[in-house]
Structure formats: structure tokens, C-alpha cells
Nanobody, 117 residues
Framework: QVQLVESGGGLVQAGGSLRLSCAAS????????MAWYRQAPGNQRELVAT???????NYADSVKGRFTISRDNAKNTVYLQMNSLKPEDTAVYYC???????????WGQGTQVTVSS
């Protein structure tokens, strides 16, 4: 059974920081591209950052320079360090694990991040 469990969300003031974690089980973590998405009320889910195994990271323009995605294959965990948070970063943040051959796509349950002004 595949599980992606996010943690680390919460309420923070603008300019503050949070670190999200996503612990994976039931998959061969190292072969998956891991990603963070977010969805604000009334908006579509959007890609925040991706990190393939051994490849380069990618970020949405809105978070470049403020967020950092990283992974620890020994702990089957992916992280999202979020600095200089803004009210527009308020959303539910979801962890995603994806693979192409064979195709696999798994999601966590989400963790709420709220940034107050």
C-alpha cells in the first residue's frame, strides 16, 4: 500500500518560514520524481517544485528564490523549505510521487499552509 504523508504545515506570519515534509512508503522511493503542488481556494492545483532522483530541481516562477525542494532517499522523504512566505502562498500543499515506465502517480492527503499579513 502506497502512502505519502505530509507534515509541517501551519499558520505563519508573512516573511516567516515553514518546512514541509512528505514521508513515502510502499514505493521504491529513489526511482520516483517527487514534487510539491498547492491548491488555494477557488484555484486549480498548481505545481510548486519538482526533484527527480539525481536530476535538477525545478520551481514555479512564483516561488523561485524563496522555496527549496530536497530529498533524502535514505529516509524516503522529500522536503519543501519555504522562506519569505507571502499571503498568496496560502494553500493546501500536496506531495506527489511520479514515474513514467510504468506510469505511476501518487498523492498525499495535503497539509494546510496559511500565511497571515
Amino acid at each position: 500500500q502506497v502512502q505519502l504523508v505530509e507534515s509541517g504545515g501551519g499558520l505563519v506570519q508573512a516573511g516567516g518560514s515553514l518546512r514541509l515534509s512528505c514521508a513515502a512508503s510502499g514505493i521504491t522511493f529513489s526511482v520516483y520524481t517527487m514534487a510539491w503542488y498547492r491548491q488555494a481556494p477557488g484555484n486549480q492545483r498548481e505545481l510548486v517544485a519538482t526533484i527527480p532522483n539525481g536530476g535538477s530541481t525545478n520551481y514555479a516562477d512564483s516561488v523561485k528564490g524563496r522555496f527549496t525542494i530536497s530529498r533524502d532517499n535514505a529516509k524516503n522523504t522529500v522536503y519543501l523549505q519555504m522562506n519569505s512566505l507571502k499571503p498568496e502562498d496560502t494553500a493546501v500543499y500536496y506531495c506527489n510521487a511520479g514515474a513514467q515506465r510504468p506510469y505511476r502517480d501518487y498523492w498525499g492527503q495535503g497539509t494546510q499552509v496559511t500565511v497571515s499579513s
